[in-house]
């Protein structure tokens, strides 16, 4: 039940493209939702967040789409440049508990092809 | 945000001894936090260091093979006991703002990879 999924394992998009990785979780306690974006060598950093009160998050090229009755949650990449390539995870906490435990998926390797 | 680093950055060791990571954040924080990431895997909490206690270790992890110190509000320890090649790994660090905060966002260190030889 802590589990989240993430697929695809990997993706391959065209410059321009847009780009979807969809994650899925058991847990329906799970209050808080992040993404994380990892360049090799580097710590994963905060891309974007959602909480299940709102249905949808856009920052800039980064839209969180959630649908809280199927326990579903993706990110779409608009405009997918060839620096957004990175390794993407999403998470799942009980944000409220202050316990700042991070479920992560599985992770999605990107590759934006120029 | 805060500005999480590491060191060492990364470490080759030989198996049998020790070897320990040191976490330092830039600004006071409630929880620190101690996670590992296998080569191409995901990331799986280690610890919740807490700050005047002892660590909360998740399963699979003991405190006598991660030894985990947590002195102040912005800094950590965490040491990798007795190594084995199956200890190779990225270990990272990261921090959550006060628990006052609503729904912490926590941020990562750029962590230190070791390889046991």
């Known amino acids: 039940q802590q589990q989240v999924k993430q697929s695809p394992q990997s993706l391959i998009v065209q410059k321009g493209g847009i780009s979807i990785i969809n994650c899925a979780y058991e847990n329906t306690a799970f209050d808080y939702f992040p993404w994380y974006q990892q360049f090799p060598g580097k710590g994963p950093a905060l891309l974007i967040a959602i909480r299940p009160d709102v249905s949808e998050k856009k920052e800039g090229r980064f839209t969180i789409s959630f649908n809280k009755s199927a326990k579903q949650f993706s990110l779409h990449i608009m405009d997918s440049q060839p620096g957004d390539s990175a390794t993407y995870f999403c998470a799942a906490t009980l944000g409220s508990s202050n316990t700042g435990k991070l479920i992560f998926g599985q992770g999605t390797t990107l590759q934006v092809k120029p | 945000s805060a500005v999480i680093s590491q060191k060492p950055s990364r470490d080759i060791c030989q198996r049998g001894t020790s070897l320990t990571i040191q976490c330092q954040v830039d600004?006071?924080?409630?929880?620190m936090f101690w996670y590992r990431q296998q080569p191409g895997q995901s990331l799986t909490l280690i610890a919740t260091?807490?700050?005047?206690?002892?660590?909360?270790?998740e399963s699979g992890f003991v405190i006598d093979k991660f030894p985990i110190s947590r002195p102040n509000l912005t800094f950590s320890t965490l040491t990798v006991s007795n190594m084995s090649p199956e200890d190779s790994s990225i270990y990272l660090c990261?921090?959550?703002?006060?628990?006052?905060?609503?729904?912490?966002?926590?941020?990562f260190g750029p962590g230190t990879r070791l390889t046991v030889l």
């Open positions: 600004s006071q924080v409630t929880m």
């Open positions: 260091a807490n700050q005047g206690s002892e660590a909360t270790y």
């Open positions: 990261s921090a959550a703002p006060p628990s006052w905060l609503p729904y912490n966002e926590q941020f």
